[in-house]
C-alpha cells in the first residue's frame, strides 16, 4: 500500500511542530544557563544595583522559569523576540535586515553546488579510473578538506593580482546608492527597480564568497554522487538496459541520474540549513554583514534575545530544509511511500 503524498507531508508537519516545541525548550534552557547576568552585562559595571534589578523585571527574569518560558513562547509566536541588549532595537529588525544577505549567499552556494557538484559526480562515474576521474576525486576531496577561509582568502587574493578591479569584499557598490527592497535580496531587487547596474554588481560581490562557502558541498556532493552512480549501474535495470543497447546517455540522464539524485539531494538540503550557521567566517572575510555574523556578534556580546532568536532561526532553516527534502525524496522514489505506509 503506499501511502498519499498529502498524508506524508502531514505527518512530516506534525514532526517538525515537536521538533520545533524540543528546541523552544532547548534554546530557552541554554539562555537561562549561561553564565553572567544578562541585564548586568546589558548595563556594564558601572550601572547601580537598582538599575539592574530595574532591567531585570523589563525583560522578565524575575519572573519564574516557567512563566518566563510561555512568555517567551506566546511573544515568539506573535513576531517579538525581544530587544537587542547592544543595538537597542527589537530583534526581528536587525533579523529582518541581516537574514536575507545571508539566505542570499546561501541560496548561490547551494546553486554552485548544484551546477558543478552534479555533473562533476556524474562525469567521474561513467569515465571510472580514467584521467578525469582522478582529477574529479582530487577536486572533490580538496574541497572536503580545506578549511572555507583559505578558499576564501586565496579567492580574494588571486582576484586582487588577475581581476584588479573586481570586487572582494561588502555586497554592493556604495556609489550605486541603492537600498536593499522588499526581498532583501539584492538581485531580486535590482531586477524589480530596473537597475541592472545594481544586479550586475551584486552578483559580482556574491561570486567569491558563494564559491568560497560551496567548496565544502561540492567535494562531499561530488563523492556521493559518484559513489550512488557506481552503486545503481550494476542493478540488474540498468544492466537490462544496457543489453538492450539503450544508448548510454539515455541510461545516464533518464534512469541513472534520478536513481542516484537521492543522496545528493538529501546533503543538499542539509548544506542549505548548515550553510546558514556556518557562514560566519566567509561574512566576517568578505565583510557581508549578515545573519551569521550578527549571530557571533551577539554571542561575543552575551546579547541573551539576540542569541536565542540567531539559534532559533538558524534551527527553524534546518527544520524547513529537512522537511522539504524529505517531501522531495517520496516525490521522487514512491518507494519510501509504501514503507512509511507499512
Not at 502531514?10 to 530557552?28: D, E, K, N, Q
Not at 541520474?257 to 557562514?279: D, H, Q, R, V, W
Request: glycine share 8%; net charge positive; charged share 15%.
Amino acid at each position: 500500500m503506499q501511502q498519499h503524498p498529502l498524508v506524508a507531508i502531514l505527518t512530516r508537519l506534525g514532526t517538525f511542530m515537536l521538533v520545533m516545541i524540543a528546541l523552544s525548550i532547548m534554546i530557552f534552557a541554554l539562555a537561562r544557563v549561561v553564565p553572567g547576568d544578562p541585564a548586568r552585562m546589558a548595563l556594564g559595571p558601572a550601572a547601580t544595583q537598582e538599575q539592574v534589578d530595574a532591567l531585570r523585571v523589563r525583560m522578565g527574569l524575575d519572573k519564574p522559569l516557567p512563566v518566563q518560558y510561555v512568555d517567551y513562547v506566546g511573544k515568539a509566536l506573535r513576531g517579538d523576540l525581544g530587544m537587542s541588549l547592544v543595538s537597542q532595537r527589537p530583534v526581528t529588525t536587525d533579523l529582518e535586515q541581516t537574514v536575507p544577505a545571508t539566505v542570499e549567499l546561501v541560496l548561490v552556494s547551494v546553486i554552485f553546488m548544484f551546477v558543478v557538484a552534479i555533473p562533476l559526480g556524474v562525469t567521474t562515474a561513467h569515465f571510472r579510473d580514467r584521467a578525469l576521474d582522478h582529477i574529479g576525486r582530487i577536486l572533490s576531496l580538496t574541497g572536503v578538506t580545506i578549511p572555507s577561509f583559505l578558499f576564501a582568502i586565496s579567492l580574494q587574493l588571486l582576484a586582487a593580482r588577475c581581476l584588479p578591479n573586481w570586487p572582494i569584499i561588502g555586497r554592493l557598490d556604495h556609489s550605486l546608492n541603492f537600498q536593499a527592497g522588499p526581498t532583501g535580496f539584492l538581485l531580486v531587487d535590482g531586477l524589480l527597480a530596473g537597475r541592472v547596474d545594481v544586479f550586475v554588481d551584486a552578483l559580482q560581490h556574491l561570486v567569491l564568497p558563494a564559491f568560497a562557502l560551496a567548496m565544502a558541498g561540492i567535494g562531499q556532493i561530488t563523492r556521493i554522487t559518484r559513489s550512488s552512480m557506481l552503486e545503481n549501474q550494476r542493478k540488474d535495470h540498468v544492466l537490462t538496459l544496457q543489453s538492450f543497447g539503450v544508448p548510454e546517455r539515455v541510461i545516464i540522464f533518464r534512469y541513472l541520474l534520478k536513481l542516484s539524485s537521492i543522496a545528493p539531494l538529501t546533503i543538499m538540503g542539509l548544506e542549505f540549513a548548515s550553510l546558514i550557521g556556518n557562514a560566519f567566517v566567509i561574512e566576517m572575510v568578505f565583510a557581508w554583514g549578515g545573519f551569521a555574523s550578527y549571530g557571533l556578534n551577539a554571542i561575543l556580546q552575551k546579547d541573551l534575545n539576540a542569541v536565542t532568536a540567531v539559534v532559533l532561526v538558524a534551527g527553524l532553516f534546518f527544520i524547513v530544509a529537512n522537511l522539504v527534502v524529505d517531501v522531495l525524496i517520496s516525490i521522487i522514489d514512491p518507494r519510501l511511500r509504501r514503507k512509511e505506509a507499512r
